[in-house]
């Protein structure tokens, strides 16, 4: 069914940027798709998502840090992470669902989503 590849990911020192990518195939028109992460000893959290009509959300942690985007041409979703702080090390995982409407509420509960990439790893050295 759905297949997702995530890639991007690295180290950086504190204060640099990433940017990630999540190749997709087999989804639907009507999806919410975003990017979440899990570091060693805390639970997975959303990061963002982002749904058909580009509504975004994000975590307060990450705001005005990270951008999500989509190319829906090449079925690709992009995370742009800059100012990046150790705290934002963790293994970051691309993620999609099926969602109807004509404006889907995207939310980023990692329970609501059942496709999922291996997950790209990112560090931040400080």
């Known amino acids: 069914q759905v297949q997702l590849v995530e890639s991007g990911g690295g180290a950086v020192q504190a204060g640099g940027s990433l940017r990630l990518s999540c190749a997709a195939s087999?989804?639907?028109?009507?999806?919410?798709i975003g990017w979440f992460r899990q570091a060693p000893g805390k639970e997975r959290e959303g990061v963002a998502t982002?749904?058909?009509?580009?509504?975004?959300r994000y975590a307060e942690s990450v705001k005005a840090r990270f951008t999500i985007s989509q190319d829906n041409a090449k079925r690709t979703l992009f995370l742009q992470m800059d100012s990046l702080k150790p705290e934002d090390t963790a293994m970051y995982y691309c993620?999609?669902?099926?969602?109807?409407?004509?404006?889907?509420?995207?939310?980023?509960?990692?329970?609501?989503?059942?496709?999922w990439g291996q997950g790209t790893q990112v560090t931040v050295s400080s």
């Open positions: 982002i749904n058909i009509n580009s509504k975004t």
């Open positions: 993620a999609a669902v099926e969602a109807f409407g004509t404006a889907p509420y995207c939310g980023l509960d990692s329970g609501a989503y059942d496709n």
């Open positions: 087999l989804i639907f028109s009507n999806y919410c």
